[in-house]
């Protein structure tokens, strides 16, 4: 899912990211992927990600992606989107097993197609567009029209979540599971 989630971000968030090998995890005592995208995306440096700082990064990464300047991405080109965005200096990730491979494979392939509306084989940034802005929206947890590094989903086993999930920011941890009954 985290292929999916980096494209979306990268999307919103295409990155991007789609964007769309697995991300590497993070360097020791470096930042997660999300918050080095987060980086890359926050142009003026203030903490915030705006909708144009977000258009922006995509445009960029699409326009660096499309290697024929057709206007529109392939499904090679898109599996293409990824490529550059490890940090200078980061080990090179290690090499999926087959499974693992084919796995992903068959993921870029399933959002290649689900962000391919005119089913043409291309997709164009216009169509990438509104999967964009929704997920920006979705991201943007208090509507002020900017996503901060708390609206960003948090990974890894956390009290009360499951792997993926995210808690509205400064909600209290879910409750335990109640206790079962003893007979």
Known sequence: MKLVQTLAFGVALLGSGAALAQPAPPPPGGPAPSARMFEQMDANHDGRVTWEESWAFITSRFNAADADHSGGLTLQEFGQMRVGMRPEGAPPART???ERTERM?????AM???LD???D????LAEIQPFAQAHFRAMDANGDGAVTRDELPQHGPREGHRRGERAAPGA???PAAPATPAR
């Open 117 to 119: 509306a005119n089913s």
């Open 121 to 124: 084989g291309i997709i164009t």
């Open 172 to 174: 209290p941890a879910a």
């Open 96 to 98: 999926p097993s087959p």
């Open 105 to 109: 494979e068959r993921m870029r392939a």
């Open 112 to 114: 290649f197609r689900s």
